[in-house]
């Protein structure tokens, strides 16, 4: 049985197939339309799906969409409502596009859908899911567990903001939720936005921003903001905030709270932004450890399952690990809307349509997420030849050797191998990486490569084996997903003058002997790199270990600022050449950059609009 799984017109559009249970593809639509958290139809996602399985939709037994349209608009009538008379220009820009696209998402889906499927019959095939269920589905049926606890936490499905439910078998039961205008997600989004950054996409930001600042608005954020109460539910004060009715994330009585305005985008960064950060940072990590340790005690599980946009706060997922309030944790790599897609494919298969769930109990059922596109040598050959590139085909033991002692010299490189990643981490598959050891190599990468913020941290890829020499855990981490402290025995003592630094003072200050992956806190977010699910890269770095001893390297995703990751290899060719890599490595080739034609050097940062 073919499930095929939809998300689409929020942001991060994606599709997902799964034949009997098993995940066979899964992408955004971003990495093809190239553009950045791309919210349309997913229509070279899906193609991308059904040319994988060798299908056409036709052969597809259901198609389910990732939410509710309808129980959405409920929630937005009711919140103009409740809130009139405020909110009327915002009301009237939102009413034509609910009106004309939203309301009637059933008729837009299967319009483009028929053109996959001119007889596609929406009343026998197309079904519908909530969003938050959507989000349980993909973090617990892929998951190792045959049961436990789901946490979902994000800015809004329908009505839900955080759910927590329980998995068993091949059922997903409610138990408890919070609903709007009550979110932790737009919480931390509002603070995002009043740091200038942009909403849904730089939350990233303010997490890494936040180890340079000192949590001083916390208490402030208690006594004024959000009601926390000891089983981690929680009440925000609407009178601050402005996303209910308005187009702002907040208003002038937030701004008095703090005695300043958001800081325009681009603007400069200044401690009050550190600090602020670092505060809404604190108070996110206190909610989500006091709603796991309550949902322990109560249901007695344990095992949980995370999935939904908060479930990508790394810093907060390996502190709630670090708690030990569970046994074992697991968190879907495509936490956020993207990973809807997969939720509703997996829970019209077993939820809908009543099929059995089969539980590997070793590992997930995810393939390390490397469920995104593959290229053959030929194809890449023939690709790289029409973009003009000059490059040297290898074996794979030379091509590991030349790989591995570009890192060793300081050189950046960019490594284009397997399946494309689902989900918003480069895992070793779409990735530029770097040599840990450099103190230069964060700086390089940042304002060279990815042409992005200085403070922005970059993770280590380290060798499964490895990791308990390098940081203070002995797990799985493949999916990047969680932040440990490195290794006592591997940081530097601070000098007394470098002692009394704080905020942006202490970017340039080694903390370690891998410095490139040490975060000003001594914290990186670590991937363990897994021989049986991604064989070369785990190669590469075993190589670089035998020439420097140190089984890690620096990965970060292959991209510029505001650019989706890439895709195929005519996109990694444009990005080596619109940036300062040294090397690309893509398949069985290497390129090197003094090889190449200068006149295929262009203005590549302008194509992207800065996220």
């Known amino acids: 049985m073919y499930c095929l799984g939809l998300s689409a017109y929020y942001h991060d559009s994606a599709a997902a197939l799964i034949k009997d249970g098993a995940i066979v593809a899964a992408a955004q639509e971003e990495r093809f339309s190239r553009k950045k958290h791309d919210a349309g139809f997913p229509?070279?996602?899906?193609?991308?799906?059904?040319?994988?399985a060798g299908l056409t939709l036709a052969d597809v037994d259901q198609v389910v969409f990732y939410d509710k349209p309808f129980l959405k608009f409920e929630r937005l009538l009711e919140t103009y409502v409740a809130f009139a008379p405020s909110g009327l220009r915002s009301f009237v820009a939102a009413m034509p596009?609910?009106?004309k696209e939203k309301l009637f998402q059933k008729i837009e889906l299967t319009r483009h859908l028929k053109r996959f499927d001119p007889g596609f019959d929406a009343a026998g095939k197309?079904?519908?899911?909530?969003?938050?269920?959507?989000?349980?589905?993909?973090?617990?049926y892929p998951s190792p567990f045959e049961e436990a606890l789901i946490l979902t936490m994000d800015g809004v499905g329908e009505w839900s903001t955080t759910s927590v439910m329980k998995g068993a078998g091949n059922t997903i039961t409610p138990l408890k939720e919070i609903h709007f205008p009550h979110s932790i997600g737009l919480l931390y989004s509002a603070f995002t936005y009043f740091t200038g950054f942009k909403v849904n996409s730089g939350e990233y930001k303010l997490m890494g921003l936040a180890p340079y600042g000192r949590p001083i608005y916390a208490d402030l954020i208690r006594e004024r903001l959000i009601d926390i109460r000891d089983d981690g539910s929680f009440r925000l004060d609407m009178r601050y905030f402005n996303y209910c009715t308005g187009l702002t994330m907040t208003n002038k009585r937030f701004d008095s709270l703090f005695g300043r305005g958001p800081?325009?985008?681009?603007?400069?960064?200044e401690q009050s932004d550190m600090d602020l950060a670092a505060s809404i940072q604190e108070v996110t990590e206190e909610i989500v450890l006091k709603i796991a340790?309550?949902?322990r005690e109560e249901y007695r599980l344990p095992n949980l399952c995370?999935?939904?946009?908060?479930?990508?706060?790394?810093?907060?997922?390996?502190?709630?690990?670090?708690?030990?309030?569970?046994?074992?944790?697991?968190?879907q790599p495509a936490a956020g809307d993207a990973g809807g897609a997969l939720g509703a494919a997996l829970a019209g298969y077993h939820l809908y349509a009543g099929k059995p769930r089969i539980v590997s109990g070793a590992a997930d059922a995810m393939h390390g997420s490397y469920l995104g596109p593959v290229f053959a040598d030929a194809d890449i050959q023939a690709r790289l030849g029409r973009a003009g590139a000059k490059y040297h085909q290898l074996s794979e033991e030379a091509l590991l050797d030349n790989a591995a002692r570009a890192l060793a010299s300081e050189k950046v490189i960019g490594w284009f191998q397997g399946r494309m990643e689902f989900g918003p981490r480069a895992l070793g598959g779409r990735s530029v990486l770097g040599d840990p050891r450099s103190a230069k190599t964060q700086s390089v990468m940042n304002l060279k490569i990815k042409y992005r913020e200085s403070f922005r941290p970059f993770a280590p890829s380290v060798l499964r084996e490895d990791v308990a020499d390098y940081f203070e855990m002995d797990g799985d981490s493949p999916y990047m997903l969680l932040v440990a402290p490195v290794a006592e025995k591997r940081r530097k003592k601070l000098s007394e003058e470098d002692g009394k630094k704080f905020g942006i003072e202490l970017l340039n200050v080694p903390k370690s002997d891998i410095p490139a992956v040490t975060h000003v806190d001594w914290s990186a977010r670590v991937q363990t790199v897994h021989a049986a699910t991604n064989p070369r890269y785990h190669r590469l770095i075993s190589n670089f270990k035998q020439l420097t001893g140190y089984g890690v390297v620096v990965n970060t995703s292959f991209n510029v600022r505001g650019e989706p990751i890439v895709c195929t290899p005519?996109?990694?060719?444009r990005c080596f050449m619109g940036t300062e890599m040294d090397e690309l490595y893509v398949g069985n080739f290497r390129l090197v950059k003094g090889e190449q034609d200068p006149a295929l050097k262009k203005d590549y940062l302008d194509k992207f609009e800065l996220d």
């Not at 229509?43 to 994988?52: D, G, I, N, Q, S």
């Not at 197309?126 to 617990?140: G, M, P, V």
């Open 263 to 269: 800081r325009p985008p681009e603007g400069r960064i």
């Open 306 to 331: 995370l999935a939904g946009g908060v479930a990508l706060n790394c810093v907060a997922n390996g502190k709630l690990l670090r708690a030990n309030i569970f046994d074992d944790i697991w968190i």
């Open 126 to 140: 197309l079904l519908f899911t909530e969003h938050h269920l959507s989000h349980a589905a993909s973090a617990f």
């Open 293 to 295: 340790r309550h949902a």
């Open 43 to 52: 229509e070279h996602a899906l193609r991308y799906c059904l040319e994988t």
């Open 97 to 99: 596009v609910w009106l």
């Open 570 to 573: 005519e996109d990694a060719f």
